[in-house]
């Protein structure tokens, strides 16, 4: 007698069961939505490419090769009007990831600063981060924008001030000049050398966070407290300091001075850019403010309760047991808040800042009358730096995150 078990028969594949059968069902439906939407796509497209035609127009973008024409008030690499498109597009390309770098960077700092105070036990400390929070929150970015540059205007001095023994306003340190054109600072002039040094920083940095993470990993495994305050301090600092007099101080300054009726020398930081920086910091950094308070209650006050009874003080419970496990609910949220910030520097154009926005979505499309190719172009770029910023983010929250044994 047969010991093995009777089996079904096996059945010829027909056409019907792409319907009837459960397990080709939901493919077949997946299959016919995927088919449609590409004939949508395509009809798109040719309704696009014949309604051009009509028009006796064709989508090209030897546009880019063309003077460009204009002027750029902030640029980062050097740039004239004689310059084509394309490298006024890509001095707009800098100029969003410049403020958008800033925002993002002074936002978290905020942010974290702010939720973390607005759990404070002291009332008028944790009052008046809520109503920092609820005041930026509530009310457009745009509205922010043109408040912060409108007091830079009007509150800083022009230029004409600093002159002269009858000077109503001075330099700080002899070294910054804010006025109502901006911010000058000084600009490092590079000598023979300065990539030794500059390479000597880095690592210091590298250096730095090294050695915070296996003091932390000390930590963690024996329970013995390393010292990590001053070795970050000396070695973020000295080796980049020995380096310096040792290569004989290849890096200068050179200083912003008042010649004619404007200053000469140094880097302009515009109030354009200044206003849409801090208008974006403290408005996103509202929100990253609320989504770090909610990290913080989600953890168990227990968790607190415990760190406290083994002695640890209220800032090493923070940052050693609250901050850690509250960062897995913190950063997914606060992905979207970088992708916010970045794409809200599109505003630029309303102090006259020329972002990518102004330069190839707003001179170069009026001048040329490509839209469509402007458009596609503004498109692919905010498309690549948000799923960058995802990219990167992404990898820091899955180090971050819990890991399960």
Known sequence: MSNTTDLPPQTSFKLSMLINDTRYRSLTFQFIALLGLCF??????????????????????????NPAGYDINQQPISFSSQDTHLRAAFVGVLNTLIVAFLGCITATILGVFAGVLRLSNNWVVSKLMAVYVEAFRNVPVL???LIIFSIMTVSLPGPRSFRGDN?????????????????YVPAPVWGSGSLIVVLTFVLSVIAMIAYRR??????YDTGRLLPTLWPSIAIFF??????FFIMGRPIGLDYPELRGFNFQGGIQVRGSLIALWFALSLYTGAFIAENVRAGIMAISKGQTEAAGALGLRPNRIMNLVILPQALRIIIPPLISQYLNLTKNSSLAIAVGYMDVTGTLGGITLNQTGRAIEAVLLLMLFYL????????????????V????R
């Open 214 to 219: 296996y003091a932390t990993k000390v930590l």
């Open 238 to 243: 000295l080796p980049t300091i020995l380096m």
């Open 167 to 183: 000077a109503t306003a001075t330099m700080l340190f002899d070294a910054f000049a804010f006025t109502n054109r901006g911010v």
């Open 40 to 65: 949508f796509i395509a009809w798109l497209i040719s309704n696009a490419v014949v309604n051009l035609e009509n028009l006796g127009q064709d989508i090209s973008y030897r546009f880019l090769g």
């Open 401 to 404: 995150k819990l890991k399960e």
């Open 384 to 399: 690549l730096i948000s799923l960058g910023i995802s990219a990167i983010m992404n990898v820091y929250n899955n180090a």
């Open 143 to 145: 509205i922010w924008i």
